[in-house]
């Protein structure tokens, strides 16, 4: 409950990135095993390379909604008569 600012049960990135602010030792024994475990299996390299895709994909993603969201909002309202 305490993490959970919003009150809605879950906690998303927002609270995420407030938790890791205000208590940055909570989650560094989260942040160590995934690192050791990336280094472990595929490489640091890999993992980097990874994330960057994921990055990629998600700037993609935005650029893609933006730019609907945008013609939407540009595209002119036109009404065509049927014949009935």
């Keep these: 409950d305490t993490f959970d600012i919003d009150g809605d049960g879950v906690i998303d990135m927002f609270e995420f990135q407030y938790i890791d602010r205000r208590y ?3 989650l560094f ?3 160590r095993l995934q690192e050791k475990m990336q280094k472990m299996t595929l490489g640091e390299r890999t993992w980097v390379k990874i994330n960057e895709k994921i ?3 998600r700037r993609r993603h935005e650029h893609v909604r933006y730019n609907n969201n945008r013609e939407k909002e540009i595209r002119p309202k036109i009404s065509i008569p049927t014949n009935a």
């Design 29 to 31: 024994p989260a942040f």
């Design 24 to 26: 940055p030792m909570l």
């Design 55 to 57: 990055q990629e994909g």
